[in-house]
């Protein structure tokens, strides 16, 4: 290692090095068999060499490529070769895994071979001190999740000094399961966030709940008396034809009242019934006359676009007190009538205008409270989407079936539901700092990644992140038999069908991987099968712990495991040796179909929307050569046949005369499913590009902030030339903005000019009287100037050159990290809104820009200005205190996470130009940005803190002018 050192320090190139370094490492792992340290608790045997496949993935992983490898080729294993010659630089090399289980376990599982080479290995998890992360960091190699490596960067940016920060730079880093972190987590951001101050929705959740949940119970008896009349008339023979259409209205108002209702779900299983309510719906919309059909619910539920809309009979229900509670006033008219009444004085006016905007403001929260419940109650079940644990709600990674601990849904969704579950309201937060993970992995000078599952996304991969694709082969052939679909009419058939096959395959001694997609799901399957006496596990969101356990034990025979969507990725099973040569199975229990495949049978219970999660299902399945088999069991009522292709299929077997309990098994059918996932894939592609255009806004304007507050923090030396140049910015602007160009002294508003100055610089700027009227702007400025630049050197004089520094140092990230938040929140607001842009033939996201150029100047400005503010009132103390930054303990983290394509918030990008927006999201502690349902890009929604003036309200002086245009330009709160 040391001579590989020196040749890189002489001028050689890390790719000269490649064949030797590689032969050292496979050199180091073979001297290393045999031996045995303990990982995670267990002791572990070293038994791997790398093989020649292996060889070649590290050299695509060195070149800065995605290696596609099947799943137990030794990725662990494979990724020890680019880290150590990458990590030769004496830069650092990170691993990036998705969990702290998987980060630790393989910091000391492939640690000993690295510190047998001469290099530190280093690992990152939840819950460690800065001194820690500090240690780690400076290993050669740093293991640790994404989440950890993306906060810490966060968290550098918000310190108050170089030795509080843990980062060393971005040299390398290897992302392991690429696709799940640079593509299904790409859509929403890492956030930190901090307590808000004065917020009092929370408890207005649990005073509206009685409320809804008495509409809700309204809707769900309306449903079950729809639901009767269907059947009624749907079993009378001879129907009329009139009499026939209204089977199709009530079907439809059915779907739009409660469109999971079973009884609904089982009607439209009935022949010719799925395509009469398709004909009845493009009538409807075609004739216009789909608000008269609505009319007669409460509220109309749009499941594809996951939004509730509440009806005119649903309005009169909630406010039946009071019509106007949930009714929006006419601001606009408001305004005019405020401005048009000759009684009110400018001071009163803009009293009236504040209490106008407040009383809009919050009948708008109200209603948005009232559909915030209605989809809890409505679209969000527990046990699938979320779960209760001790007394909290925790969402469900729709991905893995992992908990996702510590994250919230936005936008005062998660309050919703924990308000519906009767469990304990948390808190709302603001965001002090965020970004994607596409920006974030984009700052690495070289970026790999590796996964099972990657050739799917490989266009992605290179339009986002510039990274290619290599499929390494694998080291013996794969002999997994990949069988067809098998698809029934009801879930209750496909249920039927699934157990009948689980316990075929308990009896011959098979072990048997069961993939589902929800908690609730995984846990009726586990109480179906205790009656009947078959020993299974269970792994899913609620028995994370036992995870590595379990999955350890899924390959002997007889094993039935029920895992939701492949939670424990990142694990081998490895199969009892008995379940592949046959001597542990009892195949005369074949029921004389033959034995079929032998290893691990793989059986999927729905199709997710993502054909890489059911690659990565089917390949835990035939790792290594081992023989193996798959196949899923579909019905009409899955989610992604029910809204992308239930009516299609239902009409195909309504011509077949495929009967109850009958199943079609055909290729043409798994060919459509797959054309129906290729779909989805590409719109959640189109908002993930889109979103990125956004976000490369905000990460311009974030570089330029960071670069700044990095300059404050270590540029002692040149911290007076830079107040110097904000000095002369500062007074020149103040200068402009009071004094007209090509004007004459007799129109100069001089004595605000000088006001402002002197509440900033703390000096007299006034002229002795006449003096003005002799001058032109230009001679104005100069002296202005001059005051401002004295003013300076008078303050940078009367303190201590190390005290100055101090003071100088604490203003400038002071005013920094204040202005940030509040612009953050400004940019939020902007996205939300921007979407509407399309309706007015405008590009929004060119609007975006546009407008965000804006509010940056306008930060930029502030910031100078707070700063130099904040310079000359500072009080001094004998030994000031450092400025230490944000109270990191009080902030949390936060990782928003894009819900599926079956909640996506709006159609494509249309001609109007308006933007795909990502969904509904989660925030890790509080509302951090869920989509608004009619378009727009993610809003992130941290709430302004504090009961301080907002920078676009009223000022209150009186004058009429926006705070941020009157008081608001002095930097005084």
């Known amino acids: 290692t040391a001579e590989f050192r020196a040749r890189l320090a002489d001028g050689e190139a890390l790719d000269d090095l490649l064949p030797e370094a590689f032969a050292l490492v496979k050199e180091a792992c073979r001297r290393k068999v045999g031996e045995s340290w303990d990982v995670m608790g267990r002791p572990q045997t070293w038994e791997m060499v790398p093989f020649d496949v292996q060889l070649i993935g590290g050299i695509v992983l060195h070149r800065g490529q995605i290696a596609e490898m099947a799943t137990g080729e030794g990725k662990t294993l494979v990724a020890t070769l680019p880290l150590y010659l990458n990590a030769l630089s004496g830069k650092g090399a990170n691993l990036v895994t998705v969990n702290d289980y998987l980060a630790e376990r393989d910091a000391r599982w492939m640690g000993p071979v690295f510190e047998s080479l001469g290099l530190t290995v ?14 780690a960091y400076r290993c050669d190699i740093t293991y640790g999740t994404n989440s950890e490596f993306g906060f810490d960067y966060l968290r550098d940016n918000m310190v108050g000094s170089v030795e509080q920060q843990v980062q060393r730079g971005f040299n390398y880093a290897i992302v392991d399961e690429v696709d799940s972190i640079l593509i299904d987590e790409a859509r929403t951001p890492l956030i930190i966030s901090g307590p808000v101050r004065g917020s009092s929705s929370d408890a207005k959740y ?11 119970r309204k809707q769900q008896r309306l449903v079950n008396e729809l639901a009767a009349q269907t059947e009624g008339l749907f079993k009378k023979e001879d129907r009329s034809d009139d009499e026939r259409w209204q089977l199709g ?19 439209l299983q009935e022949e010719g019934l799925a395509s009469l309510l398709t004909q009845v719906e493009n009538a409807n919309i075609r004739d216009k006359t789909m608000g008269e059909l609505d009319a007669a619910l409460y509220f109309v539920i749009d499941e594809k676009g996951h939004s509730i809309e509440l009806t005119e009979k649903g309005l009169d229900s909630l406010s039946e007190k009071d019509r106007q509670l949930f009714v929006l006033p006419d601001l606009s008219a408001r305004m005019g009538e405020i401005d048009a009444d000759p009684d009110l004085d400018p001071k009163a006016r803009a009293i009236a205008k504040e209490e106008a905007h407040r009383g809009y403001a919050e009948r708008s929260e109200l209603i948005h409270m009232v559909q915030q419940l209605l989809r809890a109650y409505s679209l969000f079940e527990k046990d699938v989407e979320y779960v209760v644990q001790e007394g909290k709600v925790q969402i469900v990674d729709e991905f893995t079936g992992r908990i996702l601990h510590g994250r919230r849904y936005s936008d005062g969704l998660h309050q919703a539901i924990e308000a519906k579950e009767g469990v304990r309201i948390e808190g709302q ?4 700092a965020t970004i994607t993970y596409q920006n974030f992995f984009r700052m690495y000078e070289k970026l790999a990644g590796m996964t099972g599952t990657a050739i799917t996304e490989e266009a992605e991969f290179w339009e986002i992140y510039k990274l290619k694709v290599g499929v390494i082969p694998t080291n013996r052939p794969v002999v997994r038999a990949d069988e067809d679909d098998r698809i029934y009419r009801t879930r209750k058939e496909k249920i039927e069908a699934i157990l009948q096959e689980i316990e075929r395959l308990h009896g011959i001694g098979l072990p048997v991987l069961v993939g589902t997609v929800s908690v609730e799901f995984s846990e009726m399957l586990s109480r179906v099968l205790k009656g009947r006496n078959i020993p299974h596990n269970v792994l899913n969101a609620k028995q994370h712990q036992r995870e590595a356990e379990i999955v350890a034990g899924a390959g002997q025979p007889g094993a039935v495991t029920i895992a939701t969507n492949m939670a424990g990725r990142g694990t081998d099973i490895k199969l009892h040796p008995g379940v592949l040569d046959g001597s542990a199975l009892n195949e005369s229990e074949s029921n004389g179909d033959g034995p079929g495949p032998r290893g691990l049978q793989i059986i999927g219970t729905e199709r997710h929307e993502s054909r890489r999660i059911d690659r990565q299902l089917r390949g835990r399945s035939g790792r290594q050569g081992d023989a193996g088999r798959s196949v899923f069991f579909l019905s009409l009522e899955d989610n992604l046949m029910r809204l992308f292709m239930g009516d299609r299929m239902g009409a195909i077997m309504d011509r077949i005369g495929v009967q109850e309990g009958e199943v079609i098994t055909h290729r043409l059918v798994t060919n459509a499913i797959e054309r129906a996932q290729k779909k989805v894939e590409a719109y959640n592609f189109d908002i993930r590009k889109n979103l990125i255009k956004y ?17 404050a923090l270590e540029g002692d030396a040149d911290l007076l030339e830079d107040l110097q140049e904000k000095t002369r910015g500062v007074a020149t602007a103040l200068v402009d903005r009071h004094i007209p160009d090509n004007s004459i002294p007799e129109t100069w508003e001089a004595d605000p000019l000088f006001h402002e100055l002197e509440g900033i610089f703390l000096g007299d700027f006034a002229l002795p009287e006449g003096e003005l009227d002799r001058m032109d702007k230009d001679q104005l400025r100069n002296i202005v100037l001059e005051r401002a630049e004295q003013r300076l050197e008078e303050r ?15 203003a400038l990230l002071r005013s920094l990290d204040e202005a940030w938040k509040d612009h953050l929140l400004e940019l939020d607001n902007l996205k939300s809104g921007i979407g509407l842009r399309g309706y007015g033939q405008k590009d929004p996201l060119i609007e975006f820009k546009r407008e965000a150029f804006g509010l940056f100047e306008e930060f930029i400005e502030r910031v100078d200005r707070d700063a130099l503010h904040a310079l000359f009132h500072l009080q001094v103390a004998v030994q000031p205190a450092e400025y230490e930054g944000e109270d990191l303990s009080r902030v949390k983290t936060e990782h928003e996470e894009a819900e599926s394509y079956a909640s996506a918030a709006a159609p494509a990008s249309g001609g109007g130009g308006q933007p795909l927006p990502p969904e509904a999201a989660i925030s890790s502690t509080a509302a951090v940005a869920e989509a608004s349902r009619r378009g727009g890009p993610v809003k992130a929604a941290p709430v302004s803190a504090g009961p301080k003036v907002g920078r676009n309200d009223p000022c209150p002086c009186g004058s009429g002018l926006k705070y941020k245009k009157c008081h608001g330009r002095a930097g005084q709160d």
Do not use: C, W
């Open 429 to 432: 937060t603001q965001t002090y």
């Open 122 to 135: 280093g690992v990152i998890l939840a819950g460690m001190t800065p001194p820690e992360r500090q240690v």
């Open 206 to 216: 649990f005073e509206l709940k009685p409320m809804v949940e008495g509409l809700f």
């Open 796 to 810: 940078r004089a009367a303190l201590p050159a190390e005290i100055f520094t101090q003071v100088a140092r604490f």
């Open 695 to 711: 976000d490369d806004v905000m990460n311009a304007q974030r570089e330029v902030v960071y670069d700044r507050r990095a300059y």
């Open 249 to 267: 209205t009530y079907l439809l108002q059915l779907r739009h009242g409660s469109p999971k209702n079973k009884r609904y779900l089982r009607l």
